[in-house]
């Protein structure tokens, strides 16, 4: 590939110094380079060819078993001053960190290959794409972030001589987690990663990019980018709305952003088109509204889990052109995670390689196996999902796992109420993962873990964006909770596709056709505008879903918000100083209405 810009030349002539790979390959996007590629990493045992029959173009990969997630504790904001990571990031100073991995990665390329992956996040040359340029030993990598991103010729045409790219630098080393670092230096537009291999520490165009240095250089030019969903919601009458949403894992965050609306509703011609499922970068458009678009072109998924009923639209997704990482391997050359159906395979191999059968006693799949599938896939892929301006949001949606706290849905006041929403928003823990349940942990807008700068400012960034077009045509803000539980422990909403249920009041608010009960916390629907028709679910033997339970699930407990405010208060000290005052104002303001509706 001929490329001229100085700048890139540069960047790989210092790494490859660095690294001393035996041999430089550029990553030109074509099918010949991708098929050479996955014989080649079949041929050396990075990648194992699945039955072609079955999985046509589908390829399987085993991480290290020290090597299955993301690690927040060895990932690290290096801004040139600590405050500027703020108190919820890592931090370590851009000389040392630069250091650190200089001397780790010394020479770790020699006699190895060293790709090069010009990519583009976002639509090539749309107005939300941003360019990073990858360099990895590793030929997964290089097959995943194919289907992950716009990678090739046309990424360098599109370049052109801008310095405006993000550095991407990875090796694989020796996979020791004591020497295992996750660097972003935001000022300096690049990323460090060693000794990793798994793809949420390795893909750097996702979250390393896509949300810790995108959402830095949203903030410095007047834009965002956010851990959210994209979704389109298409009436009989063909009219599709936009909704952006963040949720925390395990919030089902993937089955609503590829939702289908229950029979009644799909008979009637309503429909659910998903844009993107994990990240949003957000433009204010020059009619003034906001504008979304995913910058990624695939999905790094969750298998465990996935199946026909929870979320069919995401199995099919893995039919074609799929890498699998860490799930069970079955003997005729296909693949298999708990939760797919109910006949686990025998005479398998699980995800570390060992035979495997369902009396094993260990997981065949690791709970946190992935599959990597391209967008396209999708059978309710919008058709908006690559237009270069993106699409225009009417609603932004928060949401966690509360069993008791939040209502089925409620809305903020305004735009700066919408942001002191989505600053307090928490999901509690559960007895699988933590032993304690209820105890609930802040994750302001799904973002505390890839927030590039620190989080104070963050917030005001989005006060600052609120600020950027009229109230009328900025996005309405909600918030959900599929989550609730009565006093026996039993959810009582179904969740799921019924979910659209809620969704379509959020756009009928949106639109003004429907009114709502002023609370404490914002606006709750009145209980006959969440349609129930045909709502077929069984809470607990002997108890199937009604209009009480509905109404229990729109209720606000004063009590219960009046705890919350004392942990809102020690979240935010925790953040600091840089916490907007307007947050402050109106957590006070949301405090006197509880305490003044209380008395009443």
Known sequence: MDCQNAMVNQFIKEAAELLQPERIVWIDGSEQQTEELRRLGCERGEMIRLNQEKLPNCYYHRTAVNDVSRVEDRTFICSREKKHAGATNNWMEPRRAYALTDGIMRGRMKGRTMYVIPFSMGVVSSPFSKIGIELTDS?????????????????????????????????????????????QFPEDNAIRSCNSGYGGNVLLGKKCFALRIASYQGWKEGWMAEHMLILGLENPAGDVRYIAAAFPSACGKTNLAMLIPPEGYRIKGYRVWTVGDDIAWIRVGPDGRFYAQNPEAGFFGVAPGTNEKSNPNALACT?????????ALKPDGTVWWEGLDKNPPRDALDW???????????????????????????PCISPEWENPAGVPLEAIIFGGRRAKTAPLVYQSRDWDHGVFVGSIMASETTAAATGAVGVPRR???????????????????????????????????????????DDKGNFIWPGFGENFRVLQWIIARCLGEVDAVETPIGWVPYPEDIHIEGLDYQICPNHRFGEEDLRRLLTIENSLWLDEVADIRAFYAKIGKTVPAKLIKELNKMEARLREDAKA
């Open 443 to 485: 994750d302001p807008m799904s973002m505390l873990p890839f927030c590039g700068y620190d989080m104070g400012d963050y917030f005001q960034h989005w006060l600052d964006m609120g600020k950027m077009t009229t109230d009328d045509k900025l996005p309405k803000i909600f918030n959900v909770n599929w989550f609730r539980l």
């Open 139 to 183: 030929i997964y990598v290089v097959l995943n972030m194919l289907i992950m991103t716009r990678c090739g010729e046309q990424v360098i045409r599109a370049l052109g001589d801008s310095n405006d790219f993000v550095r991407g630098l990875h090796a694989l080393c020796d996979i020791d987690e004591q020497k295992r670092y996750i660097l």
């Open 352 to 378: 570390t390689g060992k035979p495997w059968d369902p009396d094993s006693g260990v997981k065949g799949a690791h709970p946190n196996s992935r599959f990597t599938a391209p967008a396209r896939n999708c």
């Open 319 to 327: 039919n074609e052109g799929t890498i699998f990482t860490n799930v």
